[in-house]
C-alpha cells in the first residue's frame, strides 16, 4: 500500500511538474490564464517545473531498485506531460491552481 | 539530390516511414497487447483460471510428467527427412527437460528434448512441449490458443511469418527504419520544445494531425527509441549470425573452453547415473539466493542430459524485482546434488546487455510499468497512424484534381492497419468464445481455427476499406473509417459478453465478489476500446454531415460544364 501511494504521488509530481514547464510558456500561461505571462515568472515557473520532476525521480527511488526507478520515473514523465497536452487542450482551466507558481499577486 | 538536409531527411522520413509503418503499426500495436499476454491468455482459456503458482516440487510432480512425454508431432515432422532410416516409435535418450513459469503464470510451461539416433546433423533433436496445472500435473488439452502469449506476442516480433524467418527479418527492417524514423523526425521538426505540450484538434484536419503525430512521438521518444533498438539487441544473433557462419569454429571452441572454466558438460557421458532429490537442491539454490541478499522464487529449471553420469541440474531465479533479465543460475550435479558452479557477478557488456533486454522482455513485477508501457505503445500507434492520416491529408485535394489513386490506395491501407487490426483482433477474441469445446471429427484444432479467423476478419476489413474507398480519390473521407469504428465498439462489447455467456465470469463478479483482475482487466480494455470507438463514430458522423454541403458542389459545376 506504501509503494502504491509513493508511486501516485510521484505520478502526480510528475504532472504537476510538467504543468509548470508548460505555463512558463507565453502560449500555454495565455490559455491556462487568459492574461500576458509576466517576464521575470518565466524562470520561476522553470525552476519550481524541474524541482518537480525531480521529487518524482526521488519518489521513484524510495520504491524500487534504481534501474527500474529510472524506468517507471521515464515513462511517468511521458503520461504526464501527455495529460497536461490534453489538458491543455479541452480542460486548460484546470491547470489555474498552479500558477501561483510564478508569485504573481493576482486573483485568477 | 535535396536543396538541404531537412528536405533530405523529410523524403526518408515520409517513404520509409509510410511503405514499414504499416509493420510498425502491427508491431506497436501486438507488443502493448503483449505487455499482458499472460492476462490475455487466462480470458482465452477458462480453464486456466486461477491464482498464479510457484514452481512445483519436481520429484513429486514434475518428474513423472516427464518422464511421460514424447516429441511432438512437428517436431517429428521435421526431423522425418533428416535421419536414415525411419524415426523410433519411441524417444528414451533425454536430451533434457525444463520448465518455465513467471509471477503472473497459473499454468506451467514445460519442454523435452531428445537425442534421434541415425541423425545427420548432431545438433538436430527432437522436441515436445506441454501446459501442465502445476497444482495436480494434468496436461492442458493442447488444441487450445494461448492467444496472449503464442499468438498476441509472436505476431508482435514475428509477424506469424514463419518461412526462412522472414517476420524476424521484416520487423527487425522496421525497427531500424522506426529509428532512422525518429531520427529524421527530430531533424524536421522545427518547434520541438516550442510545441511539446500543442494538440490543436480545432484546426485543419492536416494540421491537428500533425500535432498528434508530434506529440505522440515526443512525449514518448525515449520509449520509442529504447523499444526500437533493444527489439534489436534482442534478435541480434539472428540478424548477425556470426556464431553461426564466420565464427563458427570460434563459436565451437568457446562452448569447449566455456564447459572447462564452469564444469557443466556440453557432451552426453556414455555411462549411466540416477536423479537425485531435484527438490534438494532447490532448497539449497533458494538458500543460496537468500544468503545473497536476494531471495527468490524458481523462474526457470532444466535437467541437462538426463539419465547420463554427467547429467545436471541448472536452476535459475525468477526475475521480479529488478530489470535487468538474469536468473542467478546455480548448477548441481545430477546424480549427487553436489554443487557445480554458481554462476558469476556478470560483466559490464553483459549486464548492460540484460538489462536492455529486460527493460524489453519485462520478466518484472511491476504493474504501473507494465500499464506505462501500454501506454507506450499505444502512443507509438496514434504516432503511426496520424502519419498516415497526414499522408492521405496532404495529398488527397491534388491527387483528386490529377485523377491518382494513390492517396486512395493509402487511405485504404491506414484503414486496414487501424480499424482492421483492432476487428482482426476482436474477431480472434469472440472466435475463441463462440467455437465449441470439441470440433467435429476432420476439422482443424481449435486454435488452429481460432488463427484463420483472425485473418479472415482482417481480410474482410482490408476488403471492405478498399470497396468503400472511392470518395478519397474526390479529396473526402472513406467511410470505411467510420463504419469500422462503429464494428469494432460493437465487437468490444459483444467480445466481454461472450466471456460472461460461455463462462460466468461477469464484470461484478471478476471485480467485486470473486477478483480476477486478469480477467477483469481484459473485460475492462474492451470496454474501454468500445467506448472510445463508439465517440470516434460519432465525430466521424459529424465530419461527414459536415462535408455534405461541399460535396455538392464540384457535382454541380461538372453539370454546368457538361
Known amino acids: 500500500m506504501h509503494d502504491v501511494l509513493l508511486l501516485t504521488a510521484s505520478v502526480l509530481t510528475g504532472v504537476t511538474g510538467m504543468a509548470w514547464l508548460a505555463l512558463a510558456m507565453e502560449v500555454h500561461w495565455a490559455q491556462v490564464c487568459r492574461q500576458p505571462l509576466p517576464a521575470n515568472a518565466v524562470l520561476r515557473l522553470r525552476i519550481l517545473g524541474g524541482a518537480a520532476l525531480l521529487a518524482s525521480l526521488v519518489l521513484c527511488l524510495l520504491v524500487d531498485h534504481a534501474s527500474m526507478a529510472a524506468l517507471v520515473w521515464v515513462m511517468a514523465l511521458t503520461a504526464g506531460a501527455l495529460t497536461v497536452a490534453l489538458l491543455l487542450t479541452w480542460r486548460p482551466h484546470w491547470l489555474v491552481w498552479l500558477a501561483w507558481g510564478a508569485g504573481v499577486k493576482k486573483q485568477f | 539530390m535535396f536543396q538541404n538536409f531537412r528536405l533530405s531527411m523529410a523524403w526518408v522520413h515520409t517513404w520509409f516511414g509510410l511503405v514499414l509503418g504499416f509493420v510498425l503499426m502491427i508491431c506497436f500495436f501486438f507488443g502493448a497487447l503483449s505487455v499482458f499476454d499472460r492476462e490475455i491468455d487466462r480470458w482465452a482459456i477458462p480453464a486456466s483460471r486461477f491464482a498464479p503458482q510457484p514452481m512445483p516440487s519436481f520429484d513429486k510432480l514434475l518428474r513423472p510428467v516427464f518422464e511421460d512425454m514424447q516429441p511432438n508431432k512437428e517436431s517429428l515432422d521435421y526431423l522425418r527427412s533428416r535421419v536414415d532410416g525411419p524415426l523410433p516409435s519411441y524417444f528414451s535418450t533425454v536430451h533434457s527437460w525444463a520448465a518455465y513459469t513467471t509471477h503472473r503464470d497459473p499454468v506451467l ?6 537425442e534421434v539416433p541415425k541423425v545427420r546433423n548432431e545438433d538436430d533433436t527432437a522436441w515436445g512441449n506441454s501446459t501442465i496445472d502445476p497444482r495436480t500435473g494434468m496436461l492442458l488439452p493442447d488444441d487450445q490458443l494461448k492467444i496472449g502469449s503464442q499468438f498476441f506476442y509472436p505476431m508482435h516480433y514475428g509477424l506469424h511469418l514463419t518461412w526462412h524467418g522472414l517476420g524476424y527479418w521484416i520487423v527487425g527492417l522496421a525497427a531500424l527504419v522506426m529509428l532512422a524514423a525518429l531520427v529524421s523526425g527530430v531533424v524536421m521538426h522545427r518547434k520541438i520544445f516550442r510545441e511539446f505540450f500543442t494538440f490543436r484538434p480545432q484546426k485543419a484536419t492536416q494540421r491537428s494531425v500533425l500535432d498528434l503525430h508530434n506529440l505522440s512521438g515526443v512525449l514518448a521518444l525515449p520509449f520509442h527509441f529504447f523499444f526500437a533498438f533493444t527489439g534489436l539487441v534482442i534478435f541480434a544473433s539472428i540478424y548477425f549470425p556470426v556464431a553461426e557462419t564466420q565464427l563458427k569454429p570460434l563459436h565451437e571452441l568457446h562452448e569447449k573452453l566455456e564447459e572447462k572454466t564452469t564444469g557443466l558438460p556440453h557432451e552426453r557421458s556414455r555411462l549411466a547415473a540416477p536423479l537425485a532429490s531435484v527438490d534438494a537442491m532447490v532448497a539449497e539454490a533458494q538458500r543460496r539466493w537468500e544468503a545473497k541478499g536476494m531471495a527468490g522464487e524458481v523462474g526457470y529449471l532444466s535437467v541437462s542430459h538426463v539419465g547420463a553420469a554427467n547429467s545436471y541440474v541448472s536452476i535459475y531465479r525468477a526475475g521480479t524485482d529488478r530489470i535487468a533479465l538474469v536468473g542467478d543460475g546455480i548448477h548441481f550435479k545430477a546424480s549427487t546434488g553436489q554443487l557445480l558452479r554458481e554462476d558469476p557477478p556478470r560483466t559490464t557488456p553483459d549486464s548492460l546487455n540484460t538489462f536492455l533486454t529486460g527493460l524489453h522482455l519485462q520478466h518484472f513485477r511491476h504493474w ?20 498516415f492520416i497526414f499522408f492521405v491529408e496532404k495529398r488527397k485535394k491534388q491527387h483528386a484534381k490529377t485523377g491518382s ?4 490506395v493509402v487511405d485504404a491501407l491506414a484503414v486496414t492497419t487501424v ?9 480472434i477474441l469472440i472466435a475463441n468464445r463462440v467455437l465449441p469445446e470439441f470440433l467435429p471429427v476432420g476439422w482443424p484444432a481449435r486454435g488452429d481455427l481460432e488463427f484463420y479467423l483472425f485473418w479472415a476478419g482482417w481480410l474482410l476489413a482490408m476488403a471492405h476499406a478498399f470497396v468503400r474507398s472511392a470518395p478519397v480519390a474526390q479529396g473526402q473521407l472513406n467511410p470505411a473509417w467510420r463504419e469500422q469504428c462503429w464494428a469494432v465498439a460493437g465487437m468490444a462489447v459483444a467480445a466481454v459478453l461472450l466471456n460472461w455467456i460461455t463462462t460466468g465470469d461477469h464484470l461484478i463478479r471478476t471485480v467485486f465478489t470473486h477478483t480476477y483482475w486478469p480477467v477483469a482487466g481484459v473485460d475492462l480494455f474492451l470496454l474501454a476500446s468500445a467506448a472510445l470507438a463508439a465517440l470516434a463514430t460519432r465525430m466521424l458522423t459529424a465530419r461527414m454531415k459536415a462535408f455534405k454541403p461541399k460535396l455538392s458542389q464540384p457535382q454541380t459545376e461538372e453539370l454546368a460544364h457538361a
Open chain 2, 368 to 387: 504501473l510499468l507494465r500499464w506505462l508501457y501500454v501506454l507506450g505503445g499505444l502512443l507509438g500507434c496514434v504516432c503511426i497512424a496520424t502519419g
Open chain 2, 405 to 408: 489513386q494513390g492517396s486512395r
Open chain 2, 109 to 114: 510451461g514445460i519442454y523435452a528434448e531428445w
Open chain 2, 419 to 427: 480499424t482492421g487490426m483492432l476487428i482482426a483482433t476482436l474477431t
